[in-house]
């Protein structure tokens, strides 16, 4: 359950049509009797297993962990623009987590956002894409929660504004916007096709992030809307359909590669909401990783075919590879006064890693840079990228925030831009670097 689903605040949808919020308070739902303790040795080992894995591809531990806190244990603070929501406990303590939840109570919550006691959950815990798990799957998770070491941790109260502090009214916004229920097979596609879709659009909850959000704060699961980027504490997240904005064209290995990695030769390297998500990929079945990537690759409109996708891409690369830095035809340096102090700033800061024959895969197949705004190169060079937990510390980036004034950045930011794109120059940078260096981290 990543942090990033934060941006599913979909408490917009709270105050919408007076039919819905009547609605809100007549819907109750009972409460589901507490159980004793569990002995977690009543569950098989294959089934906690299964769980852990499918706990990745949720990554539920992401947003129930507090900075510093026991696994799962909650407390994790979610800002909203409704106010902050706290993830739970969710160990098997008998007094503040899950331990006293029936396994059917397990269930309905990640059906319909219910807990035990029959109250409303927010959206920020993203059962809007749960429900399209699977009953096996459901309490394969389960045993693998309950089976878990006990954390006594309260959950701190959430900070919500009048009237978002009202949970009954949530259940106005899932007669809008929750569908229940487990997504069908496709049977015109293939089985890897399928599973792929089941663990993307289901438990992976990929377009929580990676789709705009209504003037209700709900996702799109169809349409042209579904899967076409969004907004996740504070990163511009791109789309997954055929609008990428990636220079090289995604192929099934090259998603693969990022979503296992964190890395490909071709894109760069995650950073931000998505770091943690390739962290938890990385420890899954392959077969199931390459079943993402090939429905996500689906998303994206049909493909060239193999011969001329490749020699499209080697194109691009031997063309982004022409502009870096130090390379035998790169551009001159420029003339414009905030170019070339930006210039300055990369020759100083930047071109020991970023330079011709590095490792790093040319700034100009980045997404960051061809990206609609600077949110995520402003991030990047503020906070950095923390290396993998396995793999190469190559892959990583370190922070200049404080090396680095705000002229310096917007400096910067224009100077990449013009260099490493055929984009026009983003707009607001100033704005976006002021508020990305004062954002509570």
């Not at 487990?182 to 992030?209: F, I, K, M, T």
């Amino acid at each position: 359950m990543p942090r990033n689903i934060r941006a599913a605040v979909a408490l917009g949808g709270l105050v919408l049509l007076a039919t819905a919020v009547t609605a809100a308070f007549v819907v109750h739902a009972p409460s589901i009797p507490a159980i004793s303790a569990t002995d977690p040795n009543t569950f098989e080992a294959d089934l906690v297993e299964q769980g852990r894995l499918l706990a990745g591809v949720g990554n539920c531990a992401v947003c129930h962990t507090s900075p510093g806190g026991a696994p799962y244990a909650g407390g994790l603070a979610l800002p909203t623009p409704f106010g902050v929501i706290y993830s739970s406990n969710i160990t098997p303590d008998l007094q503040t987590g899950i331990g006293g939840w029936s396994e059917a109570a397990f269930v309905r919550a990640m059906r319909h956002g219910i807990d035990r006691q029959g109250r409303h959950l927010y959206p920020a815990f993203p059962y809007d894409y749960f429900t399209r798990a699977n009953d096996a799957d459901i309490s394969a998770i389960y045993a693998y929660l309950m089976s878990q070491a006990p954390i006594a941790a309260d959950t701190p109260a959430n900070e919500l504004a009048f009237p978002f502090n009202l949970r009954p009214l949530l259940s106005g916004w899932k007669l809008l916007f929750l569908e229940p229920g487990v997504l069908a097979e496709d049977l015109s596609q293939d089985e890897e096709w399928n599973r792929g879709r089941y663990l993307v659009e289901g438990l992976g909850h990929c377009g929580a992030c990676h789709t705009p959000r209504n003037a209700f704060g709900a996702a799109a699961k169809t349409g042209p809307e579904a899967f076409a980027g969004g907004l996740a504490e504070g990163w511009y997240v791109p789309p997954l359909n055929g609008t990428s904005p990636a220079p090289v064209a995604w192929n099934v290995d090259s998603l693969s590669n990022y979503l296992i990695d964190g890395w490909d030769r071709d894109h760069g390297v995650a950073a931000g909401p998505m770091r943690p998500v390739a962290d938890d990929l990385y420890g899954q079945p392959e077969d199931d990783v390459v079943a993402m990537a090939a429905y996500v690759h689906s998303l994206m409109g049909d493909a060239d075919d193999a011969d001329a996708e490749g020699a499209k891409r080697d194109s691009t690369r031997a063309s982004a590879e022409a502009l870096d830095w130090g390379h035998p035809d790169a551009p001159r340096l420029p003339d414009d006064p905030l170019l070339a102090s930006g210039a300055k700033v990369f020759e100083a800061h930047c071109s020991e890693c970023h330079k011709s024959g590095a490792k790093s895969a040319p700034l100009a197949l980045t997404t960051v840079l061809n990206a609609p705004d600077a949110s995520n190169l402003v991030e990047i060079v503020l906070h950095g990228i923390q290396p993998p937990p396995t793999g190469s510390p190559d892959r990583s980036m370190p922070s200049r925030g404080l090396q680095l004034t705000d002229d310096d950045l917007v400096a910067l930011a224009a100077f990449l831009r013009d260099r490493f794109t055929d984009r026009p120059q983003w707009t607001e940078v100033r704005r976006i670097v002021s508020d990305r260096r004062h954002a509570a981290r």
